[in-house]
């Protein structure tokens, strides 16, 4: 795992959206794996600036997969996953809706909709380049602690500290749904690259319990140590609880340039 302590949330997104554009420009035939909530935003903006500035790279041909969604709110409402990302980010990169992935959480979908995903995943050639963020329960995706860490994509309750997290894009905690359809902790392992971004101090423990603490599923993002090829992108508040992080950044400083991320 590589953790590189940056100096602002806009450090995070401006490197991050390095990343992205790299796998972009180089994979023959690119698939994203995009993430909600607050965190990625600023990355998000990024893209497009880069994009309407007419310095980003072609989206020609790039397919999207969502790593989660809500299940029982109306088709199309705003707060949806997938109609958070067309608006935040692919709407404005040009990627057309048919190449943007999601879960089916509709309720004649449901039953199915885990394993349908997984193989719409794997149909596509698995995902390139993974954005993830990290609860302050320290769940990944909608990987609930005590989410299995073989799981795969299926149907979860959320914790009601995650609800009371997500209250701010409702109107009022009642209105969050209870339940979600999640790639699971193996989906996106699948990955071939991680990029979790950490931003404010609220994720300073649960970051340092996902890098630092033991593999377990009370942690779910401490799954994240199981895999090759995982890049943290934190600011100073998200980094306070990470015991080494004048290490880590001491890495990134004396690495050579032809590493890349
Ligand atoms: P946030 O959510 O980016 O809105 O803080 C992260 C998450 O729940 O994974």
């Given at each position: 795992?590589?953790?590189?302590?940056?100096?602002?949330?806009?450090?995070?997104?401006?490197?991050?959206?390095?990343?992205?554009?790299?796998?972009?420009?180089?994979?023959?035939?690119?698939?994203?794996?995009?993430?909600?909530?607050?965190?990625?935003?600023?990355?998000?903006?990024?893209?497009?600036?880069r994009?309407?500035?007419?310095?980003?790279?072609?989206?020609?041909?790039?397919?999207?997969?969502?790593?989660?969604?809500?299940?029982?709110?109306?088709?199309g409402?705003?707060?949806?996953?997938?109609?958070?990302?067309?608006?935040?980010?692919?709407?404005?990169?040009?990627?057309?809706?048919?190449?943007?992935?999601?879960?089916?959480?509709?309720?004649?979908?449901?039953?199915?909709?885990?394993?349908?995903?997984?193989?719409?995943?794997?149909a596509?050639?698995?995902?390139?380049?993974?954005?993830?963020?990290?609860?302050?329960?320290?769940?990944?995706?909608?990987?609930?602690?005590?989410?299995?860490?073989?799981?795969?994509?299926?149907?979860?309750?959320?914790t009601?500290?995650?609800?009371?997290?997500?209250?701010?894009?409702?109107?009022?905690?009642?209105?969050?749904?209870?339940?979600?359809?999640?790639?699971?902790?193996?989906?996106?392992?699948?990955?071939?690259?991680?990029?979790?971004?950490?931003?404010?101090?609220?994720?300073?423990?649960?970051?340092?319990?996902?890098?630092?603490?033991?593999?377990?599923?009370?942690?779910?993002?401490?799954?994240?140590?199981?895999?090759?090829?995982?890049?943290?992108?934190?600011?100073p508040?998200?980094?306070?609880?990470?015991?080494?992080?004048?290490?880590?950044?001491?890495?990134?400083?004396?690495?050579?340039?032809?590493?890349?991320?």
């Amino acid at each position: 795992m590589e953790v590189v302590p940056l100096r602002s949330g806009s450090e995070v997104a401006a490197l991050a959206a390095d990343v992205v554009e790299a796998v972009v420009r180089s994979a023959a035939s690119p698939v994203l794996g995009l993430a909600t909530g607050s965190t990625p935003l600023p990355t998000y903006r990024e893209l497009v600036r880069r994009h309407e500035a007419g310095v980003g790279p072609s989206y020609d041909g790039v397919r999207c997969f969502n790593l989660d969604e809500y299940v029982g709110l109306p088709a199309g409402h705003p707060e949806s996953y997938r109609a958070t990302i067309a608006r935040e980010l692919t709407d404005a990169l040009g990627i057309p809706a048919d190449r943007v992935h999601g879960p089916d959480p509709t309720p004649e979908g449901l039953p199915t909709a885990g394993s349908r995903y997984e193989d719409a995943l794997v149909a596509a050639g698995g995902v390139d380049v993974q954005v993830l963020g990290i609860g302050t329960d320290g769940h990944l995706a909608f990987n609930e602690p005590g989410s299995s860490l073989g799981s795969l994509t299926r149907l979860k309750t959320l914790t009601d500290e995650t609800r009371h997290d997500n209250a701010r894009f409702f109107g009022s905690i009642d209105e969050v749904p209870r339940h979600v359809l999640t790639q699971g902790l193996a989906t996106i392992l699948r990955a071939r690259h991680l990029l979790l971004l950490a931003t404010g101090s609220a994720k300073a423990d649960a970051l340092g319990a996902a890098v630092e603490g033991p593999l377990t599923a009370s942690c779910p993002a401490s799954v994240l140590q199981l895999h090759p090829h995982v890049t943290v992108l934190c600011d100073p508040g998200a980094a306070e609880g990470l015991v080494r992080r004048e290490h880590y950044r001491a890495v990134y400083d004396a690495k050579p340039a032809w590493q890349g991320l």
